[in-house]
């Protein structure tokens, strides 16, 4: 863990000791948590992306893929 990763630990850990005695803010400051969490683990690397582009290209190219009608996406 780097110094810079240390300090900004300390500085969430004394943000949430501050506001622990009140309960709907302990409740926001979980549920903001939660949705950064979420986000970082929705992420994609973007090397791994154009990987899958890549792919879907070459099976474009390679006729390997069948054409989908836009109301079929939605069933």
């Known amino acids: 863990m780097t110094a810079v990763q240390m300090q900004l630990n300390a500085e969430l850990f004394e943000a949430l000791h501050t506001i622990s005695?009140?309960?709907?803010?302990?409740?926001k400051a979980v549920k903001s948590l939660k949705r950064?969490?979420?986000?970082?683990?929705?992420?994609?690397?973007?090397?791994?992306?154009?990987?899958?582009?890549?792919?879907?290209?070459?099976?474009?190219?390679?006729?390997k893929v069948e054409p989908i009608a836009i109301d079929d996406l939605w069933k």
């Open 36 to 63: 950064i969490a979420s986000q970082k683990k929705a992420e994609m690397p973007i090397a791994e992306l154009e990987d899958i582009v890549r792919q879907g290209e070459k099976d474009i190219a390679e006729g």
């Open 21 to 27: 005695g009140d309960e709907g803010l302990m409740k």
